[in-house]
T-cell receptor, first 116, second 113 residues
Framework: ETGVTQSPTHLIKTRGQQVTLRCSSQSGHNTVSWYQQALGQGPQFIFQYYREEENGRGNFPPRFSGLQFPNYSSELNVNALELDDSALYLC???????????????FGEGSRLTVL | GENVEQHPSTLSVQEGDSAVIKCTYSDSASNYFPWYKQELGKRPQLIIDIRSNVGEKKDQRIAVTLNKTAKHFSLHITETQPEDSAVYFCAAHATGGGNKLTFGTGTQLKVEL
């Protein structure tokens, strides 16, 4: 069974740039969630994708956007980067139906983004 | 929306002692409460979870209790070992929110020899 993998593991960008982070979900999982974890804080929900549709969004501006592909892998895109976007971005996959009982989230190792 | 508060922020115990971490939540519709352990530079990993139809759950040295009336839940670790040292996060999930979890701010547990 393949776990959740994310790329890149580390990256450095400057203010105003755009970034794309990628996630491959665990085998058999159809739901992908993205979380932002600032240093010393708990993860904060950005959004979730189920069967290629956004299925829930947290308090993040529209410059945070995403995609889910037919193979359930996912991308997180952030435009017009700001210094406060510096964080660990975690992808988590799970199985289940939209609106059904929540299942265990399996997290990837994360992508650490530094914005200078 | 849901708000989860967690305390203490840091906890230091002697090896073999017990550790207790407490969380409160605000949304009475929340029905799933997982606990994650995150070691430095690693991914969060689920260590135990509880659903709202159960008051207590135990897995070896780890137990979680839930008080729905008071809207709080706690993690109990007995016979702590150095490898238990990590940051622990509680989280809450409300119905209708997909798989959205609201996390606490974390507890840095240090088990000293």
């Amino acid at each position: 069974e393949t776990g959740v993998t994310q790329s890149p593991t580390h990256l450095i960008k400057t203010r105003g740039q755009q970034v794309t982070l990628r996630c491959s979900s665990q085998s058999g999982h159809n739901t992908v969630s993205w979380y932002q974890q600032a240093l010393g804080q708990g993860p904060q929900f950005i959004f979730q994708y189920y069967r290629e549709e956004e299925n829930g969004r947290g308090n993040f501006p529209p410059r945070f956007s995403g995609l889910q592909f037919p193979n359930y892998s996912s991308e997180l895109n952030v435009n017009a980067l700001e210094l406060d976007d510096s964080a660990l971005y975690l992808c988590a996959s799970s199985s289940g139906l939209a609106g059904g009982p929540v299942g265990e989230l399996f997290f990837g190792e994360g992508s650490r983004l530094t914005v200078l | 929306g849901e708000n989860v508060e967690q305390h203490p922020s840091t906890l230091s115990v002697q090896e073999g002692d017990s550790a207790v971490i407490k969380c409160t939540y605000s949304d009475s519709a929340s029905n799933y409460f997982p606990w994650y352990k995150q070691e430095l530079g690693k991914r969060p990993q689920l260590i135990i979870d509880i659903r709202s139809n159960v008051g207590e759950k135990k897995d070896q040295r780890i137990a979680v209790t839930l008080n729905k009336t008071a809207k709080h839940f706690s993690l109990h670790i007995t016979e702590t070992q150095p490898e238990d040292s990590a940051v622990y996060f509680c989280a809450a999930h409300a119905t209708g929110g997909g798989n959205k979890l609201t996390f606490g701010t974390g507890t840095q547990l240090k088990v000293e020899l």
